[in-house]
């Protein structure tokens, strides 16, 4: 299972002494945190959160102003645990010139911080080259946690018909593959990018754009996912999951509109 990032998750703190969590009331916005979990050895600070799940769901905040407008705001993101209570809030930090006119191939910084307002988790995304025509120039994004500390990276793979990554650590070192459909931009269902061992042979998890209903579909870019993993799974691999998230909804589904209805895989 080492080959899969793979590694027993620590429940306490040394010699058995263990912090209970901390259950957290309602914001003034009625949003319900996940209750604080203790301090784990070995653990980047603020990560402890995913020790306790396999799954995540990512929801874009639709911004008002971008749709009357269509002027590109900074996207702004809940992750939730599957009772409903925020994990985590991510918020894009790019300059207004930068948004507007390189679009969803924009190079951006995701701030994500946990419910006591630690940036616990920061993506980083160069400019690159998005067409299928420039293997030499492919997407990349870098996770660190906490910010300043590299925990891995995604890489896209080269293909010509298909979207594939691959998930590696702090080193570069190859620990999973993600693999798309041939087609991401579909009507009225679910679109899965599963994550397979390093053979492709063994599915690991799933990264799921969730069909969010034709209005919205067809006038926003704000999307939803679902990220599933196995509840052992080595958090920092959790981080860097997220982080795949994150750049397949703006390499696929980042275009509002009829744009999103017209595009393909690339």
Known sequence: AGNYGFQAQPTGLPGGFVVPPVQNQPTMDRTIWMPIPPSIPNCPPGLEYLTQ?????????????????????????????????????????TDCLTRNCCGPSRPFTIR???NLGREVITLLRPLRCDACCCPCCLQELEVQAPPGTTVGYVVQNWHVCLPKFTIQDEKRRD????????????????????????????????????WTGFVREMFTDADNFGISFPMDLDVKMKAVMIGACFLIDFMFFEHGGLKRQQGGVW
């Open 112 to 114: 994500i911080t946990d």
């Open 53 to 93: 799940i396999d799954q995540i769901l990512i929801h874009q905040q639709l911004e008002v102003l971008e749709i009357l407008t269509g002027f590109e705001e900074n996207n702004k993101y809940e992750l939730k645990n599957a009772l409903g209570q925020r994990v985590y809030f991510a918020a894009e930090d």
């Open 175 to 210: 620990i999973l593959k993600i693999a798309g459909p041939c087609v991401v931009c579909r009507c009225c269902e679910d679109i899965h990018f599963e994550v397979k061992s390093l053979d492709e042979t063994c599915a690991v998890g799933r990264i799921s754009k969730q």
